[in-house]
C-alpha cells in the first residue's frame, strides 16, 4: 500500500473506527452504514478524492449476513490515489437500506438506482429512486444470488408450494 | 394526466418544473428508435417552445443481463461477453477484463504480448473515434463524413481480422497474453495504415475544424465544469476537455504504457468544440503509440506459460501427456481464484473502463461489475443540455460519444 493511501487509512480508522484491508497493494475500508455520508464527505473534502469511479454491490446469500455490501470505488484525480470503501447493509428483513451519497456524488444517483434495480437496497433520501436498466413493472433484483439465471422453475400444482418456497424475491 | 408510455407524468413530477404540471411547458418524446440517439436511448424532454428546460434520460432498452451471465461461466468463457458491452471497442473490454482477471490471480504478461494488446488497443481507440467523427458530423448534417471514417474504419477492422478471424468481437486478448502470436502481413497492415491515416485525419480536419457551419453548432455548446464534471463521474475525453488531466495510460500505466512517448490532450473550455478537439489530436497521439509499439515488439512468447491459467500451446497437446491434462482441466473446470476482490482500470475510447471482480474460491467470478464510461457520461446530458435549443442537444448527444451496449450492460 502507498504511503499517502497508509496514512488516509488510518485517519480514517480513528475518525470512524473502520477496519481495513489490503489486497494486492488495494485498500479496502469497512464503513458503518450510519456513517458512510460523513465518512465519504470527509474523504472528497478533506482527502480529495472527487471521484466517485464505480459503485456496486455484492450479494452474500446465503452463506453470510448481512447478506449485502455496497461498493465504493473512489479515486483522487489530485494525489492519483484509489480506496475502497465496503459498507455492509444492515439487514433488515428483505427491506435493506443504506443513506443515500448521491449529495455528496452526483454520479451515485444513477448508480444507487442501477443497485436498487439489480440488488433491491434502498438508498434512504434518494431524489429519484426508481427502476433504471429494468422496465418500471418488472418483479424481483436480478443480481441477487437467489434469483435465476435466465428461467424459472414451471410451477405445477402438484409443487406449487416447493418451488415458491425457494423464490424468495418474488413475494412482496 | 399526460399518459407516457408506461408511466404517468404524476410519477415524474420530482424531475420536471411545475410548468409542465399546468401544461405550460411541452413534454417530447425522443427516442428510443430516433436516429440521433444513437442507439436505443429514450430522452423525454420538457420544452419551452425550443428551449431544453428538462431532460429526462430513460435507458436499459439494450440491458442483456451481462454481469449475470458472466456470474455462471468460468473465467475464461466469462471473456465473451465482455466483447458485447461496447461493441465499438471491443479489443479495450477484453484488455480490461483480462488485467482484472491476471490481477486477481496474480498472472504475468510476455513483453511481446503487452505490445500488441497496446497496439490493438490503440488501433481500437482510433476505430471507435472514427465511429464518433462520422456520427457525429452525420447529425450536424455533414453527410460524406460518414463515409469517409467509415471507409477508414474498415482498414482497422480488417487488421482485427487478420490477427483474430473477427471482425468486431474479436476476444483477441486472453488472460495471460494473447491468443496466438500475429500473422507475418500483420506488421505491413499496420505500417500501410499508419503511412494512409494521418492524411486522412488533415482532410477530416480541413473539413471540419474550421467549418462555420460547424463551429455554430460545436463552439459554446455544452459547456461542462470541472467541479460537475468530476462529481458527476465523467472520464475520458469530456472530462480531458475541462481542464482535468487525467489519463489512466499516463498516470497508472498499465501494459508498458511507460515506455511509449505521447501526449495526453487537454483543453479548459469544456465545450462541445473542446471534446472534438480532444478526440481529433487523440487519433493522432494512438498513431504515435502504435508506431512507436510497432517499431519495438519485441520477440518471445505471447502467451505465458504458467499453466495452471493459460492453456498449453494447440502443437504440445499431441505430444505432452501434461499438456493434454492442462488443456483438458482449463477447459473443463477452469481456473481458482482466490478468494478476494480486486478494482482494475483501463482508459477506453470512452473514458475509464474499470471492472471490479470479485472471486469466491472457485474457477468463476462470485461477482463481476462492469464500470462502463458511457454510463456516467449519459448521466451528465440532462446537466449540461438545460437552456439549449432541440438542436444543441442533438450536438450535444454527439459529442458525448456513447454505446447503449455500454450503458444498459
Known amino acids: ?172 | 394526466m399526460t399518459q407516457l408510455e408506461e408511466v404517468t407524468l404524476d410519477e415524474l413530477k420530482h424531475l420536471v418544473s411545475d410548468r409542465a404540471i399546468t401544461g405550460e411547458t411541452m413534454m417530447l418524446n425522443m427516442g428510443p428508435q430516433h436516429p440521433a440517439t444513437h442507439g436505443v436511448l429514450r430522452l423525454l424532454l420538457e420544452l419551452d417552445g425550443e428551449i431544453v428546460v428538462n431532460v429526462i434520460p430513460d435507458i436499459g432498452f439494450l440491458h442483456t443481463g451481462i454481469e449475470k451471465n458472466m456470474e455462471a461461466k468460468t473465467y475464461q468463457k466469462a471473456e465473451v461477453m465482455t466483447d458485447r458491452l461496447d461493441y465499438l471497442s471491443t479489443v479495450t473490454n477484453n484488455l480490461a477484463y483480462c488485467l482484472a482477471v491476471e490481477k486477481l490471480v496474480d498472472l504475468d504478461v510476455p513483453v511481446r504480448a503487452q505490445a500488441l494488446r497496446v497496439i490493438l488497443t490503440e488501433l481500437q481507440r482510433i476505430a471507435s473515434h472514427l465511429v464518433w467523427i462520422g456520427t457525429h458530423a452525420l447529425d450536424l448534417a455533414a453527410m460524406s463524413m460518414f463515409m469517409y471514417t467509415f471507409r477508414e474504419r474498415e482498414v482497422i477492422l480488417d487488421i482485427l481480422e487478420l490477427v483474430s478471424g473477427q471482425r468486431m468481437m474479436t476476444t483477441y486478448i486472453r488472460p495471460g497474453g494473447v491468443w496466438r502470436d500475429v500473422p507475418v502481413e500483420f506488421e505491413a497492415a499496420v505500417r500501410d495504415f499508419l503511412k494512409m491515416f494521418p492524411k486522412r485525419l488533415d482532410e477530416y480536419e480541413g473539413l471540419l475544424t474550421r467549418n462555420p457551419f460547424i463551429m455554430d453548432r460545436l463552439y459554446g455548446v455544452g459547456k461542462l465544469t470541472k467541479e460537475k464534471a468530476l462529481s458527476f463521474g465523467v472520464t475520458g475525453p469530456i472530462l480531458r476537455a475541462c481542464g482535468v488531466d487525467w489519463d489512466l495510460r499516463k498516470k497508472r500505466p498499465y501494459m508498458g504504457y511507460e515506455q511509449y512517448d505521447f501526449d495526453v490532450p487537454v483543453r479548459t473550455e469544456g465545450d462541445n468544440y473542446a471534446r472534438y478537439l480532444v478526440r481529433m489530436q487523440e487519433m493522432r497521439e494512438s498513431l504515435k503509440i502504435v508506431e512507436q509499439a510497432l517499431n519495438k515488439l519485441p520477440l518471445g512468447p505471447v502467451r505465458s506459460d504458467n499453466r495452471k491459467f493459460v492453456p498449453p500451446p494447440r502443437s504440445e497437446i499431441g505430444v505432452s501427456m501434461e499438456a493434454l491434462i492442462h488443456h483438458f482441466k482449463l477447459w473443463t473446470e477452469g481456473f481458482d481464484a482466490p478468494k478476494a476482490s480486486i478494482y482494475s482500470a483501463v482508459e477506453g475510447p470512452r473514458g475509464e473502463l474499470g471492472v471490479y471482480l470479485e472471486g469466491d474460491g472457485g474457477p468463476k467470478p462470485y461477482r463481476i461489475h462492469m464500470r462502463t464510461p458511457s454510463f456516467e457520461n449519459v448521466g451528465v446530458i440532462a446537466e449540461i443540455a438545460k437552456g439549449h435549443l432541440v438542436a444543441d442537444l442533438i450536438a450535444i448527444i454527439g459529442s458525448i460519444d456513447f454505446v447503449l451496449g455500454d450503458i444498459d450492460r
Open chain 1, 1 to 172: 500500500m502507498d504511503n499517502k493511501l497508509e496514512k488516509i487509512v488510518q485517519v480514517l480508522q480513528e475518525k470512524f473506527n473502520t477496519r481495513a484491508e489490503e489486497f494486492r497493494g488495494e485498500a479496502h475500508v469497512f464503513v458503518d452504514a450510519a456513517q458512510v455520508v460523513d465518512a465519504l464527505t470527509f474523504l472528497r473534502d478533506q482527502q480529495g478524492f472527487e471521484l466517485l469511479s464505480a459503485m456496486t454491490a455484492v450479494d452474500y446469500w446465503p452463506q453470510e449476513s448481512p447478506r449485502f455490501h455496497i461498493i465504493y470505488q473512489l479515486t483522487s484525480v489530485a494525489n492519483n490515489l484509489s480506496l475502497t470503501v465496503r459498507v455492509p447493509v444492515p439487514a433488515d428483513g428483505n427491506q435493506p437500506e443504506v443513506p443515500t451519497v448521491s449529495g455528496v456524488y452526483a454520479a451515485a444517483n444513477w448508480r444507487e438506482r442501477e443497485v436498487w434495480d439489480m440488488f433491491g437496497v434502498r438508498f434512504a433520501g434518494h431524489p429519484d429512486m426508481r427502476r433504471i436498466l429494468m422496465p418500471p413493472d418488472w418483479d424481483g433484483h436480478p443480481l441477487r444470488k437467489d434469483y435465476p439465471l435466465g428461467y424459472e422453475e414451471p410451477q405445477f400444482t402438484f409443487n406449487y408450494e416447493e418451488i415458491n418456497l425457494r423464490k424468495p424475491y418474488a413475494k412482496k
